[in-house]
């Protein structure tokens, strides 16, 4: 796929908009679903780029509907079983061909429930300051890339889309949902990201950490919504690379979007380092070319399928 035919925002005129991500667009279907359509945005430092990755919507979709149907016996989702091409009029399947759900309508929980397996990117820059990660005491002598001893919870309060998310503790979780409820979401996360990640591992991947989103249905039940275990939402890393970096105390090689972090952190505008804020610098083609390579292989890689 060219960067000119690349889907930056959707803009369907049969569907009323509700609200634009930082990757979807989310339209109303009637009062109890949605259209949920993954663009080819990126955003990094939660700045959104003005540069398009050309496929990533649709690679995102295929991994996320690859998880969804592997982990569903572990918690309840969000999709409908219903084609997202039935709900748009004819002219507007090209925007979403490929690259959106049909999904229930939820009540969202406000919280990011983040699962770490190893020890990277704020987390490892916590653990330096503190010996651990929003409140789990972690052992001494962990390096950058270090694998923990046991998966650990570190939820993050959900920010506005240009906000940065914050790291809470899982006491202001017990806070803001319950303590019933916050037991479940951990008890979840765990659990999906462990059977996640041992998967992935017998393809040669590793899952360092990942975030999930929840929201209730009109049963008060928990369900998981959103995308799950993308390169967006996670950070994958091809093992062969793992224990050389790990030796040198580096970032290991990555299939998410950790290429474009590094581009940025090492552009000087006028000089200087980018202060992450918008707008982000522009994107140099190869980069977005190199990184969109860095997905399909991801996709290729973990399902076998071919990336559309």
Not at 97 to 109: A, D, Q, T, Y
Not at 116 to 127: D, I
Not at 165 to 183: C, F, H, R, T
Not at 296 to 306: D, F, H, I, N, P
Request: glycine share 8%.
């Amino acid at each position: 796929m060219t960067a000119s035919s690349a889907l930056h925002t959707s803009s369907l005129h049969s569907l009323p908009l509700l609200a634009r991500g930082k990757v979807r667009d989310n339209y109303a279907v009637g009062s109890d679903r949605l259209l949920m359509v993954a663009s080819d945005r990126l955003s990094a430092f939660d700045v959104i780029l003005g540069e398009p990755i050309a496929g990533k919507g649709k690679i995102l979709t295929q991994m996320a509907l690859f998880w969804f149907d592997k982990l569903g016996h572990l918690c309840p989702n969000h999709l409908t079983g219903q084609a997202p091409e039935s709900v748009v009029s004819a002219d507007e399947l090209p925007q979403i061909e490929g690259r959106s759900m049909l999904v229930k309508r939820l009540k969202p929980i406000p919280v990011e429930a983040v699962v770490r397996g190893y020890l990277a990117g704020s987390g490892w820059q916590e653990y330096q300051a503190s010996q651990s990660v929003c409140g789990v005491p972690l052992p001494a002598g962990l390096k950058n890339a270090s694998k923990l001893p046991e998966p650990i919870f570190t939820p993050a309060a959900k920010a506005e889309v240009g906000e940065h998310d914050e790291n809470i503790s899982y006491e202001q979780v017990e806070k803001i949902v319950g303590p019933q409820l916050a037991d479940q979401i951990r008890r979840v996360s765990i659990a999906i990201y462990q059977a996640a990640a041992q998967y992935a591992l017998t393809q040669g991947i590793i899952i360092a950490d990942t975030k999930f989103e929840f929201g209730l249905d009109e049963n008060g039940t928990l369900t998981l919504m959103d995308e799950v275990l993308t390169p967006d939402s996670s950070r994958y890393w091809p093992i062969e690379g793992y224990e050389a970096a790990f030796a040198q105390g580096a970032n290991p090689p990555s299939y998410d979007k950790q290429f474009v972090r590094d581009w940025l952190e090492a552009v000087r505008i006028h000089g200087k380092p980018w202060d992450k804020t918008p707008p982000a610098p522009a994107l140099p083609p190869e980069v977005a070319a190199r990184t969109a390579a860095k997905y399909r292989e991801a996709l290729e890689r973990l399902t076998g399928a071919v990336a559309g």
